[in-house]
Structure formats: structure tokens, C-alpha cells
């Protein structure tokens, strides 16, 4: 299945602007950053604490529609998902 990862501010100069990834039918939205961050581990280090769990500031939204990184992360990816992949903002 194909799934396609947008990354913004930061993380887009890490992974670049957009990805499409192929991937299994049953991957999570948890297991597809572990995949990124094995590919990448610039990704791994601004995207992932010490313990390895994803950090507080990191924000995810799935086809627009923002999820909460502690509880959707098992949620299961569906052929032509989009992930967005948002580092800490600030502005002023």
C-alpha cells in the first residue's frame, strides 16, 4: 500500500518536503515513524526521546485531521493515508 509522509518546518529539511512510501497493509502510524527514524536518525533525534517514545511537541495529522500522539499512534495506516509531520512552532 501507498502512504505518503509530508514533513514541515524542521523536520522537512531532515526527511524532505514529501515521501511516498510503500509499505505493508497492517502498519501503524508508530511503526511507520520507527521506520523513518531507522532510515533517518537526524529524524530519530528530533522526533524521539532517550526511551525512544515519540516527544510531547511533536504533532501528527492523518488526512488533515490532527491525532493525539499518545493515543492513535496503534491506529492502523490505510492505503493512501497522508501523514503530516509537524516539529514544535513558534511565532510572534
Known sequence: MLVKVLAFAGFREILGKERELSLNESVTVKELL?????????????????????RDYVLLMINRKLIDSRQDLSRPLQEGDELAIFPPLAGG
Open 34 to 54: 520507527a521506520e523513518l527514524a531507522v532510515a533517518t536518525p537526524r529524524f530519530k533525534e528530533a522526533a524521539f526521546d532517550e526511551s525512544g517514545a515519540l
